[in-house]
């Protein structure tokens, strides 16, 4: 079936149907439309697989979509024009040009923490670029990715836009076949099978991974304001988020004045705990659930720390005298659970940091100009002084990993660039033929002296 799928699917690229600008238009209004009207069941769907609001699914998925899709509706033909590029004296008189063009036939392959939205973002790009899309979206959430399945095929024919589902079986035979790129959210480690897999194609790849994001607290922040936008940031889907900050750097001095804040913003944000709030995602199913758990034991809990395996609930925790060698500090956490380390001088945590793999965020909290002296010595996917998680919102910078939490990025015009192959075009006049390019080069030094002045 994959196969055929693949065949169809290059077969209808062929046709050049998807290059046309209003097509793409078209079917950019047709998953408008059809998300509005199946708004509904997918937040129904969400809270199903992951105890998810109604308001946080709005906010940090669908509503998310719909915005991509506003931008490339406004912008994908100033996107899609062809650019006039200068041409040096040596090329004279010849004129130059970019045209983007569609790369083909894509694979999108989303994860289960954000389905939604990290589906249906990247396929707003593929849309606008002209391309055909296979869409993969996860096991671990069955609600909604069978949700996604009904409204993706009411709304697109098969040869144009897909969804194939499946597990690990179905990914090795997704994975093995040829595509013109493939855009994968997910682990690294996963993302390293994707990118073998790829390799004997030599297909180009976005990979959206993820990473153990620092989130540090100098001595000059704003305690209750830092208290608050890191529980937040923590709290959101349940700390399940690739970019949630990971680990907590804390200042000696103000290590227990900010212990106190998180413990009073976190009783204001669930006023009722979290267990029975309906604001408080549950971890996605039981081996996640025994993976964060057992992380209690890397530390002493100084916050939280219960937890309730029949609904999967784990109460947001803070760990205390965590070794940079625990369990907890190795792999990304995925949860609501946050170990506590200290610092000094902000160099520790700069030598820390740049020991370990490259996260795909990097929190500070503090003085803005120590924010950016840190940032220069540090490096990561993205980034936000005195904030967390926000940097995703804004469609005007892009967003994506470096290193170990990926590579490439997406968001409005990056999202038609990822899908789209930047062509170089040299159009040269016939009526002159200048000689000073042919054997046996009699001009040589002017073109030397040309080509040195720039």
């Known amino acids: 079936m994959i196969p055929t799928l693949t065949a169809e699917q290059r077969a209808f690229f062929a046709t050049g149907a998807t290059r046309d600008i209003s097509f793409r238009k078209q079917q950019l209004r047709a998953l408008r439309g059809a998300l509005q009207k199946w708004e509904k069941p997918l937040c129904d769907a969400l809270w199903t697989d992951l105890h998810k609001s109604y308001e946080e699914a709005f906010m940090t998925e669908i509503g998310l979509v719909f915005g991509e899709i506003s931008d490339a509706l406004k912008h994908v033909d100033k996107w899609a024009r062809r650019r006039k590029r200068p041409t040096p004296l040596t090329g004279m008189p010849s004129s130059s040009y970019i045209i983007r063009e569609p790369l083909g036939c894509t694979l999108i392959v989303s994860p289960w923490n954000y389905p939604v939205q990290l589906l249906l973002s990247p396929l707003v790009g593929a849309i606008a670029a002209g391309c055909t899309a296979i869409l993969k979206p996860s096991p671990y959430v069955p609600n909604v990715s069978a949700t996604l399945q009904k409204m993706i095929e009411e709304t697109f024919e098969p040869w ?171 792999e990304e956490i995925f949860g609501p659970i946050f170990p506590i380390m200290t610092f000094r001088e902000r160099s520790e945590v700069e030598k820390f940091v740049c020991s370990r793999e490259k996260p ?23 980034a936000c002084i005195n904030d967390v998680i926000m940097h995703i919102a804004n469609s005007k910078i892009p967003f994506g990993g470096v290193g170990n939490s990926g590579m490439g990025s997406y968001h409005s015009e990056r999202s038609f660039l990822a899908f789209s192959h930047e062509r170089s075009v040299l159009v040269t006049p016939t009526a002159i033929d200048l000689k000073f390019r042919y054997m046996p080069y009699g001009m040589f030094k002017l073109v030397k002296k040309m080509l040195l002045l720039g």
Request: with cysteine; glycine share 10%; hydrophobic share 40%.
């Open 160 to 330: 144009y836009i897909a969804v194939v589902q499946g597990n690990r079986e179905v990914n090795s035979v997704l994975f093995a076949q040829r595509y013109d790129l493939v855009f994968f959210t997910g682990s690294p480690a996963l993302g390293k099978v994707v990118m073998e897999a790829q390799s004997k194609y030599l297909t180009p790849l976005v990979l959206e991974l993820g990473g153990k994001s620092p989130c540090i607290v100098d001595k000059d922040a704003d305690i209750p304001l830092a208290a608050r936008r890191i529980a937040w940031g923590k709290c959101l889907n349940s700390g399940q988020t690739c970019i949630a900050p990971d680990y907590l750097f804390l200042h000696e001095d103000i290590k227990d004045a900010f212990v106190e804040g998180f413990k009073k913003e976190l009783s204001g944000l669930y006023p009722e705990g979290t267990q029975n709030s309906r604001h408080f995602v549950h971890i996605v199913h039981d081996r996640a659930f025994a993976r964060l758990t057992s992380y209690l034991k890397d530390g002493t809990v100084i916050a939280g720390g219960r937890s309730d395996p029949a609904t999967r609930w784990i109460e947001p925790t803070l760990l205390d005298g965590v070794s940079p060698d625990a369990p907890v500090m190795q």
């Open 360 to 382: 795909l965020a990097f929190y500070y909290f503090g003085k803005k100009a120590d924010g950016w002296s840190i940032l220069a010595h540090t490096t990561s996917g993205g």
